[in-house]
């Protein structure tokens, strides 16, 4: 069974960074591409950014790209996600997920089969 954990989330002022960490267990990591979704209150999930298998092909949302850094490392079965200049409108709930089996990347929430807890970003202005 696939479980995901994420951590790093809290409170920071406008313009400032904080970094996500996703801890997966119960597959095989490096077979899975991997992405980060988060949800503001009231609003739907929305895409964040996707990496590749082996870390070479990374996709961003043109809300945060330029500030938000996707990287995973495949000995810890962990993927991150670095977010810096971060803005009030990035405060949502980040969650990470795991790409189904064959995708190269993911950007949409069919394209995913396992989510983690979330972790809460809160970005005071």
């Known amino acids: 069974q696939v479980h995901l954990v994420e951590s790093g989330g809290g409170l920071v002022q406008t313009g400032g960074s904080l970094r996500l960490s996703c801890a997966a267990s119960g597959l095989t990591f490096g077979s899975y591409a991997m992405g980060w979704f988060r949800q503001a209150p009231g609003k739907e999930r929305d895409f964040v950014a996707t990496?590749?298998?082996?870390?070479?092909?990374?996709y961003y949302a043109d809300s945060v790209k330029g500030r938000f850094t996707i990287s995973r490392d495949n000995a810890k079965n962990t993927v991150y996600l670095q977010m810096n200049i971060l803005k009030p409108e990035d405060t949502a709930v980040y969650y990470c997920?795991?790409?189904?089996?064959?995708?190269?990347?993911?950007?949409?929430?069919?394209?995913?089969?396992?989510w983690g807890q979330g972790t809460q970003v809160t970005v005071s202005s």
């Open positions: 990496i590749s298998r082996s870390g070479a092909i990374t």
């Open positions: 997920g795991v790409v189904k089996l064959g995708l190269p990347v993911g950007v949409k929430l069919p394209d995913f089969h396992s």
